[in-house]
Structures are given as C-alpha cells and as structure tokens.
C-alpha cells in the first residue's frame, strides 16, 4: 500500500533479502505511483530486488513501467463470481451506497455533499455509507451529514455476505474517491448490477469504460455526480445495457479465471 504500509512493505521485504527468501509485492494502493516519487531509495530496495511485482491493475503497470520498473506482470484483485448475483433495478428513487474505508483519500463527505444536492433539487434519495473508519474520516462524516441536515446511515465494517445482501435495497453505487488502483468494491458493484459513478482517477479509467460500463467524472465535484445520477435515472434502457456490460467485465476477474495467472506465476 502506498501510506504507512509502505514501510511495513520495505522492512519485510528487506528481511527477505536477509533471510535469502524470494519475495512478491502485491501492488496495491492508489497514491502508489506518487510514493515512488518521494521515497525512491527505499522504493527500489523493495521492488528491483523481488522475484516479481504483481499490478493489480494495467494503470498501476503502467506507472511503474513509465519509472524504470521492468519486472512487473498484471494479475487483476479477483473475485468469486458465483457469489454476485445480478440484478436489474429500477430507479423511482435514488438510493446511494458508498463501501469504503473512511479515509481522506477516498473523500467520503463527498458522497454527503452529492445527497444534500440531490434533496435539494427535490429528488427522492438516500444515501449508505459503508466501512471501517481509517484516520478519523468517519467522525468528520456525522459531522458533516449534521452540519448539512441531512440522514446518512453509517453501517461501520460489514462482512462481504451481509453488504451483498445490504446491496439489493440499493440502486446506485458512487466512489468518490481522489485516488485509486483496482478497487474490489467497485469491481463487486459491476457484478452486482449496480450502475457505477466514479471520479475518473488512477485505475478507473483502465477498470470503466466511460458511458459503456459506467460514469466516470471529474474528482471531488458533487454537481457532475448528481448530472450523472439524473442521467441514469431518467434512460433506464441504457442504463441496463451498461450494467450488463459492467456485470460481463466483472466476470474477467472471477477467482477461477484469475487463479491460473497466480499459478504460473508460483510455479
């Protein structure tokens, strides 16, 4: 990861090279290609002395790459599909999930902000926030929700079973985040049939197409958010149509078809 994980990252794989141990750092974290830039001594203690790094995404291999990093493979974060029903939905009302970590990253008062516009332009919507608190995000959030007067419900950490049930009461999946690699979230949303508006940072493009698999607008802007969200509401036949292409693009990264990568790469 790219915040204080990174120095957990460095001190393992340094014992490793200690201990005479190959190692495979999983490149998670979107803010990851920014850490090579500040801390580029301990960036290539860890990543040019492993037996391989693992991208989880062509954006995150791309940016290593575009560094001087050559030994790299993409193999996608996975999923079991079976696990992920699909569904159609209808859009009557607008009811909006958030899964996240609360971390400033992510920009979760964002998603708060984007309610409050959508109530005030008197469109019926609900808004759920779920994940753990990270850096006292989540706090700052009641507080906004508050602060604006509007009702949030903040689930705190839920198992994957119960947000996936948790999901069928809802009908837009929003990602606010400023930065990002391959997030699972988002990836479990497409599978879902959940139509995805996302701020077009780091992997989402590499992850979205944009207007075929879902919306991806610019960062931290509520008014393009909700320009999104009426747009879906108001063409259901296309919106349809991008869910399913979602749902198919999510069925790359089932378990089973991503596993084999993992093989050969172990063997």
């Not at 001594?41 to 001087?68: D, L, M, T």
């Not at 790299?72 to 999923?79: A, D, K, M, V, Y």
């Not at 159609?88 to 708060?112: D, G, M, Q």
């Amino acid at each position: 990861y790219s915040t204080s994980n990174f120095y957990y990252a460095y001190l393992s794989s340094q014992l490793c090279r200690l201990l005479n141990l190959k190692y495979i750092p999983i490149l998670h974290g979107g803010d990851l290609p920014n850490r090579l830039i500040k801390s580029p001594k301990f960036s290539r203690a860890i990543f040019n002395n492993s037996y391989i790094n693992v991208a989880p995404s062509i954006y995150i291999q791309y940016e290593f790459e575009k560094r001087g990093y050559s030994n790299l493979i993409c193999i996608p974060n996975s999923i079991n599909i079976k696990n992920y029903p699909f569904e159609k939905r209808r859009y009557e009302t607008i009811k909006l999930l958030w899964v996240r970590s609360f971390s400033e990253i992510y920009n979760p008062l964002l998603a708060i902000k984007i309610l409050k516009l959508l109530l005030e332009e008197g469109i019926k919507a609900t808004l759920c926030m779920v994940g753990p608190d990270n850096d006292g995000s989540l706090l700052k959030a009641k507080e906004y929700a508050n602060e604006l007067g509007v009702e949030v419900t903040f689930t705190g950490k839920l198992s994957k079973k119960v947000w996936i049930k948790l999901s069928e009461s809802y009908n837009f999946f929003i990602n606010t985040t400023n930065f990002d690699n391959m997030p699972v979230s988002v990836v479990e949303a497409m599978a879902l049939g959940l139509p995805i508006i996302s701020t077009n940072v780091g992997g989402m493009p590499f992850l979205i197409e944009n207007n075929r698999e879902g919306i991806l607008v610019e960062p931290n802007n509520a008014d393009k958010f909700v320009e999104a969200i009426k747009k879906v509401k108001l063409d259901v036949e296309s919106t349809h149509i991008m869910t399913f292409n979602a749902r198919k693009r999510a069925e790359n990264y089932d378990w089973e078809v991503v596993k084999k990568q993992w093989i050969r790469v172990l063997r």
